[in-house]
């Protein structure tokens, strides 16, 4: 039988062994699923690790765009629109995975 403890291992050793792809996937979920919980706290770090996994020199426009789009998600966390930020970050989830983590499985 599993323990806590061991649940836990595994998901660090999972997060530890992830690409960074993956990585963006699970903090859209996280998101998510903190704007479900209305856990404010939880979801202004996610969107600060979104906002800093963004490489403005590779990503170019669209990155400029998701750092607008974050900044927005983070300025609606703090006001209480929740609602709004789980739309935009379930847009971007699926965005993500159609285009970034099927298009890596596929190549």
């Keep these: 039988m599993y323990t806590t403890q061991h649940i836990r291992q595994y998901q660090q050793q999972a997060l530890a062994s992830a690409t960074p792809e993956v990585l963006i996937a ?7 699923a903190s704007c479900h919980r209305k856990d ?3 979801l202004r770090a996610v969107l600060v690790e979104l906002i800093s996994s963004l490489d403005f020199e590779r990503g170019g426009e669209i990155a400029e765009r ?3 789009i974050y ?3 983070m300025h609606q966390s703090a ?3 929740l ?3 789980c739309t935009l970050l379930s847009g971007l989830r699926d965005a ?3 285009g970034v983590l099927h298009r890596k ?3």
């Design 26 to 32: 699970k903090l859209y979920d996280l998101g998510i």
């Design 83 to 85: 609602d709004t930020v």
């Design 71 to 73: 900044e927005y998600c």
């Design 79 to 81: 006001t209480g629109d």
């Design 105 to 107: 499985v596929a190549a």
């Design 40 to 42: 404010r706290a939880k």
């Design 96 to 98: 993500w995975r159609e």
């Design 66 to 68: 998701l750092h607008m």
